[in-house]
């Protein structure tokens, strides 16, 4: 398909705007988050500000109204920035995605707008610990009870934004005798007190242990999740029980799609960082007598950044682009995902090595890249769980 790549007047605009605020508010506070590991409040604070936890919610209930395109551009630039500010908002986005795709109108009414503000956010919870590419092998399981409402019980691990979030998107099992295990699971909207650890009153028997501490992706936490009899109303069903019940696994894989996009948006933003980075440093560090970007090696790394940028960006753009016109984008989006993690990584690795022993300092920002870089590996499905749709769609659409 053809795709115009061109930004519109008002893509400029946001993107300007973003990218104002990466460089002047995320860039040069990200050091000090990432190294206290602490929560960057006061840039969320301006997040919602700037509207940005309602990027894609209609304006009807009080969001911006704009399309995937637009969003996955506003992700590239927040991730040249530090890729824990998007991940404030990646899961909340698929959140607003799927009760915008699967949501009955109440449940629209009732958590759009104040979703739209960032009042409330949303995490997304399909991990457990024994599993993660596996989603079908789900054990966190609900049962009915007796008054209609449903009975959670189980673990789930990796939740990002697990404590903060006043929502949870969770896959769990709902019916164990489904001939088939992905037909027998249910996306509950789970409510709890954002920062609570531990939970009481209504939305008692859902805790949350302390954040697990991780290489990179420091300042947004990741948290196990521990559901021990915790009620969720039946209408907190994705979609109402009537229509929802034993349907959850194909809404998370469809917002898994959106997702991928997501995740290759912020490949190309940590990849942009890091072409940026080598630019400017193979300009100022001299060796052998003149800048290391007069070396032809250097220059031939800084090619292979720039090309990678590029194609990352593109394959981004072209799958947003035809989910957008509702075309059939799974094996784009796949392909992005895998491209742009990979190109992400690369371009990382590639800057890091042009800073010389300086990449290994704390003192330079290519050193938190290097640690932040490698979780778009997995994060959404690995690249070997990318290879595997990837193989599988490319079979179904060229059948003999
Ligand atoms: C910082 C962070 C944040 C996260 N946030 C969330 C979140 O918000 N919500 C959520 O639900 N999850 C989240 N995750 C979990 C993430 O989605 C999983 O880690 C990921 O899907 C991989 O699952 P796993 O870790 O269980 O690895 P496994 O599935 O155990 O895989 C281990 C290895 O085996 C490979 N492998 C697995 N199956 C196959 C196969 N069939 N063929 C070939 N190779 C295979 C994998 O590619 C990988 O290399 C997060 C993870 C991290 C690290």
């Known amino acids: 398909m053809a795709v115009a790549i061109e930004k519109t007047d008002e893509q400029k605009a946001i993107c300007e705007m973003v990218r104002q605020f990466a460089d002047e508010q995320i860039i040069p506070n990200a050091e000090h988050y990432d190294h206290e590991d602490a929560f960057p409040e006061p840039i969320v604070e301006q997040m919602k500000e700037l509207g940005l936890f309602g990027v894609t919610i209609p304006e009807e209930y009080g969001g911006m109204g704009l399309d995937l395109t637009t969003y996955a551009m506003i992700v590239e630039e927040l991730s040249r920035g530090w890729i824990s500010i998007s991940g404030v908002i990646n899961t909340h986005f698929i959140g607003s995605y799927l009760l ?9 009414d009732k958590y759009l707008p104040r979703m739209a503000t960032g009042e409330i956010r949303a995490a997304f919870s399909l991990s457990e610990p024994e599993l993660g590419s596996d989603v079908a092998a789900i054990k966190t399981s609900a049962k009915k009870l007796d008054d209609g409402a449903w009975e959670i019980n189980g673990q789930k691990m990796w939740v990002t934004n697990g404590l903060r979030s006043d929502l949870v998107f969770v896959l769990v099992r709902t019916d164990p005798q489904a001939e088939r295990p992905h037909k027998g ?11 609570a650890a531990e939970n009481s009153g209504p939305y008692e028997g859902l805790n949350v242990p302390p ?3 991780k290489m990179g992706y420091k300042g947004v936490e990741s948290t196990e999740l521990v559901f021990d009899g915790y009620r969720c109303p039946a209408e907190n069903v994705l979609g109402g029980e009537a229509a929802g019940l034993n349907k959850g696994f194909p809404q998370m894989m469809d917002a898994l799609e959106v997702g991928r996009v997501n995740v290759a948006a912020r490949g190309v933003g940590i990849a942009q960082r890091a072409l940026e980075l080598a630019l400017r440093y193979s300009q100022e560090r001299k060796a052998f007598g003149k800048p290391i970007a007069q070396h032809q090696a250097i220059q ?11 194609a990352a960006r593109l394959m981004t753009i072209r799958a947003a682009l035809m989910k957008d016109a509702g075309e059939r984008s799974d094996l784009e989006a796949g392909m992005a995902k895998l491209f742009a993690s990979e190109a992400g990584r690369f371009c990382v690795e590639e800057a890091f090595r042009i800073h010389g022993g300086y990449g290994y300092s704390k003192e330079y920002e290519i050193e938190r890249l290097y640690r932040d870089a490698p979780l778009l590996l997995i994060d959404e499905g690995t690249s070997e769980i990318q290879r595997m749709v990837i193989g599988r769609k490319l079979l179904e659409r060229h059948k003999i």
């Open 211 to 213: 954040q697990i501490k």
């Open 300 to 310: 031939f790394k800084l090619a292979d950044m720039a090309t990678q940028v590029d």
């Open 100 to 108: 915008l795709k699967f949501g009955s109108e109440e449940q629209k």
């Open 185 to 195: 699971m249910t996306c509950f909207i789970a409510e709890k007190e954002a920062g």
